[in-house]
């Protein structure tokens, strides 16, 4: 059985190969669980405003460490999660597309 994540490929940060910030792109990585987590808890109790914010924090924090590819997902799940009348179907998708990205952000680079 492939591994879903391997065929997927994984997400580099632009700013990995970086002397002064790849440490703190190791930080970020290195917590990247924790926001996961914290993402999937909100979606769990079906608390978008939560989710939102979550959302909203990760899309800047995204550019801040160079993970420019996650940034447009974040900013979906966060318009979708801020809309007068959320679509749960479309807060669901954007959130599943996110979260699969951010579990296969890296340190390093992909060279």
């Not at 490929?9 to 290195?30: H, K, N, Q, R, T």
């Not at 939560?50 to 799940?77: E, N």
């Not at 179907?89 to 954007?94: D, K």
Request: proline share 5%.
């Amino acid at each position: 059985m492939s591994d879903p994540v391997l065929e997927l490929g994984y997400v580099y940060s632009e700013l990995s190969d970086d002397p002064d910030l790849g440490e703190i792109v190791e930080m970020f990585v290195d917590e990247m669980p924790e926001r996961v987590a914290a993402l999937e808890g909100s979606l769990k109790a079906r608390d978008w405003e939560q989710l939102g914010r979550l959302a909203h924090q990760l899309k800047g924090a995204c550019v801040s460490y160079g993970f420019h590819q996650m940034t447009p997902l974040a900013a979906t799940l966060e318009a979708a999660c801020r809309t007068q009348q959320p679509s749960e179907a479309e807060i669901l998708v954007a959130a599943a597309e996110l979260i699969g990205t951010c579990l296969r952000a890296r340190t390093g680079s992909s060279h």
